[in-house]
Nanobody
Framework: QVQLVESGGGLVQPGGSLRLSCKITGRSIFGFYAMGWYRQPPGGERELVARITANDITDYADSVNGRTTISRDNAEDTLYLQMNNLKPQDTAVYYC????????????????WGQGTQVTVSS
């Protein structure tokens, strides 16, 4: 059974940085065409914010573009999300998932969700 375990969240001041990790167990990350990071703000819907393909093509939502870098370590079966210049509106629970679909707009989650990791941006 494939499981996703997110970590690395926390409380950070505006302008700060965090690096989120997503460990995949039960299957090699290399077997997925694309992986992505979603976030769900308080009272809001879950949205895809970053996507990376098996050949390291990346794409980002406008809300995080320029401040965020998604990467994958195939040897460690781990997905990362480096977030810089964090803003209060980045406050959310962040989740990773494997994706089906060829673009950000058409991507859909493929696996059961993990527990997520909470990111809170506040002074």
């Amino acid at each position: 059974q494939v499981q996703l375990v997110e970590s690395g969240g926390g409380l950070v001041q505006p302008g700060g940085s965090l690096r989120l990790s997503c460990k995949i167990t039960g299957r090699s990350i290399f077997g997925f065409y694309a992986m992505g990071w979603y976030r769900q703000p308080p009272g809001g819907e879950r949205e895809l914010v970053a996507r990376i393909t098996a050949n390291d093509i990346t794409d980002y939502a406008d809300s995080v573009n320029g401040r965020t870098t998604i990467s994958r370590d195939n040897a460690e079966d781990t997905l990362y999300l480096q977030m810089n210049n964090l803003k209060p509106q980045d406050t959310a629970v962040y989740y990773c998932n494997a994706l089906v679909g060829l673009t950000m707009a058409t991507s859909e989650p493929q696996l059961s969700w993990g527990q997520g990791t909470q990111v809170t941006v506040s002074s």
